[in-house]
């Protein structure tokens, strides 16, 4: 990704303080950032962040059952996350009862957390689609030695 971004060092420097707060300052925390990555992903059809956003999600330790819900229409706050991505990328803005939903799960600040995080990754990856960024070799391996799996009994 920063090797995709070095082509533009103006607007990679730019980009370095926002991505700050959305991945280590936002209010959703981790692991809702995580799922709400991983369903802007899918819903883009990201290869690049789809798959290194499953071995984040791992690393925070998600189940593969609920990394592979955020494909489909899981349910609880997860589903909550799923629909507001989705409306986001289907209306362009939440609609006011579901704002007001998240909002009562999560918290507002979570709410515009996000909705700048949908923004964000969907921006990150118009530009590793368009200079189809590989995926680093590291998290190829792991998707290969570790396929995305569903444990039956966690369901």
Do not use: C
Request: hydrophobic content about 50%.
């Amino acid at each position: 990704m920063y090797r995709t971004m070095a082509h533009h060092p103006a607007l990679l420097k730019a980009w370095a303080p926002l991505r700050q707060h959305i991945v280590k300052e936002s209010a959703l925390g981790a692991v809702r950032s995580e799922l709400v990555i991983l369903r802007a992903a899918y819903r883009m059809a990201s290869a690049y962040e789809w798959t290194h956003h499953v071995s984040r999600a791992r690393a925070l330790g998600i189940s593969d059952a609920r990394i592979i819900a955020m494909q489909g229409m899981p349910s609880g706050e997860d589903g909550l996350i799923a629909r507001a991505v989705d409306a986001l990328f289907d209306g362009f803005s939440l609609p006011s009862q579901l704002e007001e939903s998240l909002s009562a799960a999560i918290g507002r600040q979570a709410v515009f957390d996000l909705i700048a995080t949908v923004g964000f990754y969907t921006v990150l990856g118009y530009i590793l689609m368009t200079y189809d960024t590989p995926i680093d070799d590291m998290v190829s391996r792991e998707m290969v030695e570790r396929p995305l799996s569903v444990n039956r009994s966690a369901i």
